[in-house]
């Protein structure tokens, strides 16, 4: 990724865990630390993006885990966001729907267009 030029970096990933909320949580890399619009800040941008134009519940913004491993390499800002929970009952359904899918994609649009803003 290093060698990418790459400005921003996301993750898209669904969970399938029985123990989860339905919902949509984004993960940001807490070990490094990027001057201005950094991992949290682009993280919560994503997250408040994408409930805005789907109209979803709120996982959270949160530090990821080792399981995160690409955005915890990462050196410029990035997100993981998990779109939902594919074993809870409201977002397994709203994920299967074209729609919401359609919803998620102009959010996440609309998250890139600011934190490019943002950026400059």
């Known amino acids: 990724m290093k060698d990418s030029g790459a400005d921003l970096y996301v993750e898209l990933t669904c969970n399938m865990a029985p123990d ?7 993960y940001y890399n807490d070990r490094f630390f990027i001057r ?6 682009f993280a919560n941008l994503v997250e408040k993006s994408c409930l805005a134009a789907s109209g979803a519940d709120a996982g959270g913004v949160k530090p990821a ?3 995160a491993e690409m955005i915890m390499d990462c050196r410029i ?3 993981r966001l998990d779109m939902g929970n594919l074993q809870g009952s409201g977002d397994k359904r709203r994920l299967s729907e074209d729609d ?3 919803k998620m994609a102009e ?3 609309q998250a890139l267009l600011q934190a490019f803003e943002e950026m400059e």
């Open 100 to 102: 919401y899918k359609k």
């Open 65 to 67: 885990g080792p399981e």
């Open 77 to 79: 800002p990035a997100v």
């Open 36 to 41: 201005g619009f950094n991992n949290a800040a």
């Open 107 to 109: 959010g996440l649009y």
């Open 20 to 26: 989860r909320t339905d919902g949509i949580t984004s």
